[in-house]
């Protein structure tokens, strides 16, 4: 018999998240339930509880936050045949309608009509349960915990910012911002053979990515230059991806990239207006890429979550009780300097 009231973190507006109940969502024909194991919480999720909108999107009725989670089948609609209760899963929370010309072209992250996870209107997946069409549940290798599946979003969002940098062996590359998509960013770079350098202020963050294989370094122009000299690449990375979103270090990404670089733009910086030097871009042939979520990339990421050496466990520094949702929330937003990702399990 299922639930039929659950507990969830639902935002009500600004600065009031509270942790209530709410009916048990119900699952249509093509649909799975999934009793959520760990759900990650994100710097949008932050966003939205600081400022009650990101953008367009607004805050206008209670929404459950939550975008990075994983659990367990628990139901199945009645045309699902790809998965079975009891199947463990990742939720990949942007669900494209499959018929658009962006759907078609495979580059369904770009699609108009998504509806993505605590996203206004829709509910996130900071609750017992979540319902999610069932082929955007993938099913998690059975060594990767249900912990370490809640980083495949973040990771799927490095991935393709791997991807749109087309980032190749021995490439050195440069991510700005040892967050925790900074970091995964840094672990998909590695993975593809790339030499990574990643820049943060905090000390946390910059061991974090050194326990994923790459050099750390502090923000300021001379220590960037200093670690990419000692990589072989005094002339600038072959590919900069900027995930702080930071004024400053978006404005300088493209003076850190070598001619003929590419600059991979991840992190939205708080006032949008970035100045570009055209004639230094066009005359060194920099391509400039965004990066919108991604498609196509949560396999991988599932893949890659597997440990073959290389362990995520260091990004995951906290992990509280659905119960303690707004005390986590609060830790992730206010302790940057000890707190990389915070999971509600
Ligand atoms: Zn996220
Ligand atoms: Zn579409």
């Given amino acids: 018999m299922l639930a039929k009231r659950m507990r969830a973190a639902v935002l009500h507006g600004v600065g009031d998240l509270r942790v209530e109940e709410v009916p048990v969502p119900e699952i249509g024909a093509d649909e799975v339930l999934v009793r959520v194991r760990a759900c990650g919480i994100c710097a949008s999720d932050i966003h939205y509880v600081e400022h009650g909108h990101i953008g367009r999107y607004v805050v206008s009725a209670p929404m459950i936050l939550g975008h990075e989670a994983a659990g367990e089948v628990v139901a199945v609609g009645d045309a699902v045949r790809s998965l079975a209760v009891g199947q463990r899963v990742a939720l990949e929370p942007g669900?494209?309608?499959g018929r658009c010309r962006m759907c078609k072209r495979g580059r369904y992250n770009l699609c108009p009509d998504v509806r993505f996870f605590a996203t206004p209107p829709v509910d996130g997946a900071m609750a017992e349960y979540a319902v999610l069409r069932a082929d955007f549940a993938h099913p998690i290798p059975a060594s990767v915990t249900d912990r370490q599946a809640a980083l495949a979003e973040p990771l799927a969002v490095g991935i393709h910012a791997v991807r749109q940098g087309s980032i190749s062996l021995g490439d050195v590359v440069l991510v700005q911002g040892g967050g925790p998509v900074?970091?995964?960013?840094?672990?998909a770079a590695r993975a593809a053979g790339a030499v990574v350098v990643v820049t943060d202020l905090f000390p946390v963050r910059r061991r974090a990515a050194e326990a994923l294989g790459a050099v750390a370094s502090g923000v300021d122009n001379e220590e960037v230059a200093a670690a990419l000299h000692a990589?072989?690449?005094p002339d600038g990375a072959d590919v900069v991806i900027d995930t702080s979103g930071n004024r400053r270090a978006v404005a300088q990404a493209h003076e850190r990239a070598r001619r003929g670089g590419t600059v991979v733009l991840v992190g939205l910086p708080e006032d949008d207006a970035v100045t570009y030097h055209v004639t230094e871009i066009v005359d060194r042939e920099?391509?400039?890429?965004?990066v919108f979520r991604y498609a196509n990339a949560f396999p991988s990421a599932l893949r890659l979550l597997v440990d073959h050496g290389v362990s995520y466990?260091?990004?995951i520094t906290h992990d509280l009780p659905?119960?303690?949702a707004v005390a986590a929330v609060d830790?992730?937003?206010t302790q940057r300097d000890r707190a990389i990702k915070v999971l509600v399990c």
Avoid: K, Q, S
């Avoid at 900074?182 to 672990?187: C, D, F, P, R, W």
């Avoid at 920099?286 to 965004?290: A, E, F, K, P, S």
């Fill in 95 to 97: 669900v494209a309608c």
């Fill in 182 to 187: 900074g970091l995964l960013t840094a672990a």
């Fill in 231 to 233: 990589l072989g690449a």
């Fill in 286 to 290: 920099l391509t400039i890429r965004g």
């Fill in 313 to 315: 466990e260091g990004i």
């Fill in 322 to 324: 659905l119960g303690d």
């Fill in 331 to 333: 830790l992730a937003r």
